[in-house]
Antibody, heavy 121, light 110 residues
Framework: QVTLKESGPALVKPTQTLTLTCTFS??????????VGWIRQPPGKALEWLAR???????FHSTSLKTRLTISKDTSKNQVVLIMTNMDPADTATYYCARMVPGGAWCFDYWGQGTLVTVSS | QSALTQPPSASGSPGQSVTISCTGT?????????VSWYQHHPGKAPKLMLYEVTKRPSGVPDRFSGSKSGNTASLTVSGLQAEDEADYYC??????????FGGGTKLTVL
């Protein structure tokens, strides 16, 4: 059974750095073809893809947020970490981590429940 | 990149069919068959309903089907059921290792 769960602070101040952790089970990021991504959804707005990391440590980031994002993995802990710098109130959103369909399709077959991050002073 | 365009709402009565559109550009929907659809009940994890335009993951009823023409993809839900009421989002690969989502459509079962 594949599960993912996001964890991190619910509240961050403007200019601070956000660190979110995705802890997953039911698959391994050591396995060929496995990929995990992050997606966010500001209140009342569209989903936005943020970043992805692959089993071979390839990393891809949203063009618009590339300079602010770092994604990494700890395969021994079954975790993927997303770091976003210089947080702004516009970054207030529910942040999801999700597993991508193994094998190349650009879509997510299992999602976490999401974690709401509010950026406010 | 801009979000894909979806109608904000759609509705139908039980048993009817409803189609939700997802309009992109020649740089995303029009160029790749990597269009996916997600069902999202608020407070729950989104669920993948269709991928690569027409493929259904295991467990998704065949009442859900997809198609694409030019820069517009569509999700059709046939034989509407009460549990189909949810938000639906499309997504498309947009080249250069980027993914774009639609703004979402709230489906109401009357």
């Amino acid at each position: 059974q594949v599960t993912l769960k996001e964890s991190g602070p619910a509240l961050v101040k403007p200019t601070q750095t956000l660190t979110l952790t995705c802890t997953f089970s039911g698959f391994s990021l050591r396995s060929s073809g496995m990929r995990v991504g992050w997606i966010r959804q500001p209140p009342g707005k569209a989903l936005e893809w943020l970043a992805r990391i692959d089993w071979d440590d390839d990393k891809f980031h949203s063009t618009s947020l590339k300079t602010r994002l770092t994604i990494s993995k700890d395969t021994s802990k079954n975790q993927v970490v997303l770091i976003m710098t210089n947080m702004d109130p516009a970054d207030t959103a529910t942040y999801y981590c999700a597993r991508m369909v193994p094998g190349g399709a650009w879509c997510f077959d299992y999602w976490g429940q999401g974690t709401l991050v509010t950026v406010s002073s | 990149q801009s979000a894909l365009t979806q109608p904000p709402s759609a509705s139908g009565s039980p048993g009817q069919s409803v189609t939700i559109s997802c309009t992109g550009t020649s740089s995303d929907v029009g160029s790749y068959n990597y269009v996916s659809w997600y069902q999202h009940h608020p407070g729950k994890a989104p669920k993948l309903m269709l991928y690569e335009v027409t493929k259904r993951p295991s467990g998704v009823p065949d009442r859900f089907s997809g198609s694409k023409s030019g820069n517009t993809a569509s999700l059709t839900v046939s034989g509407l059921q009460a549990e189909d009421e949810a938000d639906y989002y499309c997504s498309s690969y947009a080249g250069s290792n980027n993914l774009v989502f639609g703004g979402g459509t709230k489906l109401t079962v009357l």
